[in-house]
């Protein structure tokens, strides 16, 4: 799904673009090219993502890191390519990227990043967490961490999802780096 040209958007794609490029993303990118064409949903859509991206009570490093494995999962090349570098920034380090690009769990996790681990894990492959692993999660990130967690993990997924179908190139300048996981 390409993008629009812009004299070909409606209003309401024209009011969803402005509202977007208005905010921290600054621009139409990503999974925004295709989620443009249904306005409503993009609209409402971003605004969760700027708020689970930028101000959840998880913080950016532990947020980047749920980022991460949730475009591993996906094999999601646009936002792993993203994400890479700003996971680095916050502090997420190069051996914990090393090992979710190859689909396995890194090694010496702190107790807050093996906490996001283990929930994404449990959720993926159960579609449920388990109580040790929630009391774990809780302990470590508190319930409205576990909730925003839950919310980037979700949130993600939607937008791999979006950009899987869509085929959404990388941006320039990158390529591919997750390699396909085995199932």
């Known amino acids: 799904m390409p993008p629009l040209p812009p004299a070909r958007?409606?209003?309401?794609?024209?009011?969803?673009?402005?509202?977007?490029?208005?905010?921290?993303?600054g621009?139409?990118?990503?999974?925004?090219?295709?989620?443009?064409?249904?306005?409503?949903?993009?609209?409402?859509?971003?605004?969760?993502g700027e708020y689970l991206?930028?101000?959840?009570?998880?913080?950016?490093?532990?947020?980047?890191?749920?980022?991460?494995?949730?475009?591993?999962?996906?094999?999601?090349?646009f936002e792993w390519a993203l994400h890479v570098s700003i996971a680095t920034e916050e502090g997420v380090p190069h051996a914990v990227i090393e090992a979710i690009a190859a689909g396995r769990r890194p090694r010496a996790l702190p107790a807050q990043d093996a906490a996001v681990y283990d929930v994404f894990v449990e959720l993926r492959?159960?579609?449920?967490?388990?109580?040790?692993?929630?009391?774990?999660?809780?302990?470590?990130?508190?319930?409205?961490?576990?909730?925003?967690?839950?919310?980037v993990i979700g949130y993600y997924s939607t937008l791999a999802m979006i950009m899987n179908v869509a085929r959404t190139p990388l941006p320039p300048g990158y390529t591919p780096q997750l390699p396909p996981l085995e199932k």
């Open 27 to 48: 621009k139409v990118i990503g999974p925004f090219v295709p989620a443009l064409r249904s306005p409503e949903l993009m609209s409402r859509l971003q605004r969760l």
């Open 53 to 77: 991206r930028y101000d959840n009570v998880l913080g950016r490093r532990l947020t980047e890191l749920a980022v991460l494995l949730t475009a591993r999962s996906w094999t999601q090349q």
């Open 9 to 25: 958007l409606t209003r309401a794609q024209r009011r969803a673009a402005r509202e977007l490029e208005s905010g921290r993303r």
């Open 125 to 151: 492959d159960t579609q449920a967490v388990s109580d040790p692993t929630y009391a774990r999660a809780v302990a470590e990130l508190g319930e409205a961490g576990v909730i925003d967690l839950i919310g």
